[in-house]
């Protein structure tokens, strides 16, 4: 189903679209493995990132969450699909990954309650999926979830290469300034790389970026 960017939409009806993807096995977004720009900025470019724990939300099946685990960092791989969450489970076992340094939990993003903070945060294909409407309060709320001094790495696709390009989604197609509007009043941008690694079909779409939590 597509929406129009200046539609309203109601967050149910919205979330509808991926159950349904879901139930259906229509998930072209997954590139069956970790995002090549992570796998580079934390093994090539050796980012640091802080300790403690850490989200992934829309997670799908995983794979990045199970990446970022490590006995210094615990990941929580977060999707609204009961479906998703069960299959990144049973992945994450076939891999052999303790459920110590990983786990996947059934969670809107918007509505969990919080806890503890997060000092860690990836997000990919979760920002270009939501209703444009919805961008401000995704920013708000990952101020709210994360901890002062707090890692977002946020790889941002697809870029669009013209405004005609951004009228329908999802995913709706992005520019570096969405994300700025989103997350200069809470985060600092500390990097940037528009020529980091993609799959093939992504080259040239994409860009990784690290926000720091002020």
Same mark, same amino acid.
């Given at each position: ?114 806890? $503890?903070? *997060?000092?860690? !945060?990836? &997000?990919?294909? #979760? ?8 961008? /401000? +309060? ?38 570096? $300034?969405? *994300?700025?509007? !989103?997350? &200069?009043?809470? #985060? ?8 980091? /690694? +993609? ?16």
């Amino acid at each position: 189903m597509a929406y129009k960017r200046t539609a309203a939409v109601a967050s149910d009806e919205y979330n509808r679209i991926w159950f349904n993807c879901w139930n259906e096995s229509r998930t072209v977004w997954d590139q069956g493995d970790i995002s090549p720009a992570l796998r580079e900025l934390i093994e090539e470019k050796k980012w640091e990132l802080p300790g403690g724990n850490g989200i992934v939300p829309g997670c799908g099946r995983g794979y990045d969450a199970m990446f970022l685990a490590s006995p210094s960092l615990h990941m929580v791989g977060a999707d609204i699909s009961q479906i998703a969450v069960d299959i990144a489970s049973k992945l994450r076992d076939e891999k052999g990954f303790p459920s110590s340094l990983v786990d996947f939990k059934v969670m809107d993003f918007f509505n969990f309650e919080v806890t $503890d903070k *997060y000092q860690v !945060a990836y &997000d990919y294909t #979760f920002f270009c999926a939501l209703h444009p409407s919805m961008r /401000k +309060s995704w920013g708000n709320r990952y101020a709210e979830i994360m901890a002062p001094g707090g890692h977002l790495i946020a790889l941002m696709y697809p870029l669009c290469k013209t405004e005609r390009d951004r009228d329908v989604g999802p995913p709706f197609l992005l520019a570096e $300034d969405d *994300y700025h509007q !989103a997350l &200069d009043c809470s #985060f600092e941008l500390i990097y940037i790389d528009p020529n980091c /690694k +993609s799959h093939d079909t992504r080259v040239g779409h994409e860009t990784i970026t690290v926000w720091r939590r002020k």
